[in-house]
């Protein structure tokens, strides 16, 4: 079967991510340090890497699968999910040092199930890290925000992006016009995960 360009190349580690603020990157590197991480709130535009993020640092601190529940926010986002799947993850202990809900795309949580949300992270502080990630922070209530520490994904600069994703096509083998890849990149920048599949979309005997 065929590998899925966007999570072949998806960043495992913190070395591995490309972080346009050096300060991020430090602060992601203490957290790993210290084996812990508060409840976090990464916001950006769509395929800056929020997620990835999120992931490298799941993976970074090595916490179980079994201790890690993923919500797609923007198919999920109703308050009986909050009450009923989040709430049951939450309230059994941990097989490692604590568990993580990642809840992607949390802007599209509607407020009641957002006003629970904030009940569940005070509840389980003690063993349960909350990671959201949004597009828009300002569709977040306050009283999620002021539980997170919000971290502001920034873009790719346009080079930097489209060198990335010519590196994937050399490495697939994969011939290519470069005038025809700067169309792709201009058409998709800056979400380099649609621009990713796009491109392996594209790849039958070239582009």
């Given at each position: 079967m065929k590998d899925i360009w966007v999570e072949k190349y998806r960043p495992k580690?913190?070395?591995?991510?490309?972080?346009?603020?050096?300060?991020?990157?430090?602060?992601?590197?203490?957290?790993?340090?210290?084996?812990?991480i508060p409840h976090l709130l990464f916001a950006g535009s769509a395929g800056t890497g929020k997620t990835?993020?999120?992931?490298?640092?799941?993976?970074?601190?090595?916490?179980?699968?079994?201790?890690?529940?993923?919500?797609?926010?923007?198919?999920?986002?109703?308050?009986?999910?909050?009450?009923?799947?989040?709430?049951?993850?939450?309230?059994?202990?941990?097989?490692?040092d604590f568990k993580v809900v990642l809840l992607?795309?949390?802007d599209y949580l509607s407020p009641d199930a957002q006003a629970a949300l904030r009940g569940v992270m005070e509840q389980y502080h003690t063993s349960v890290r909350f990671i959201l990630?949004?597009?828009y922070p300002n569709k977040i209530i306050p009283a999620l925000q002021s539980r997170c520490q919000l971290i502001t994904i920034q873009s790719q600069d346009q080079n930097e992006f489209t060198a990335r994703c010519a590196e994937i096509l050399?490495?697939?083998?994969?011939?290519?016009?470069?005038?025809l890849l700067d169309t792709f990149v201009k058409s998709n920048y800056p979400d380099m995960r649609k621009t990713i599949n796009n491109l392996q979309a594209s790849t039958i005997n070239g582009i």
């Open positions: 580690t913190v070395n591995e991510y490309v972080f346009k603020n050096q300060s991020h990157k430090r602060q992601v590197e203490n957290w790993v340090n210290d084996g812990s990835t993020l999120a992931r490298v640092l799941i993976n970074e601190l090595d916490v179980q699968d079994a201790d890690v529940l993923f919500i797609n926010a923007s198919r999920d986002n109703g308050i009986d999910w909050v009450r009923n799947k989040i709430t049951n993850f939450s309230e059994t202990m941990p097989w490692g992607d795309e949390a990630t949004c597009n050399i490495t697939e083998g994969t011939k290519f016009e470069l005038d």
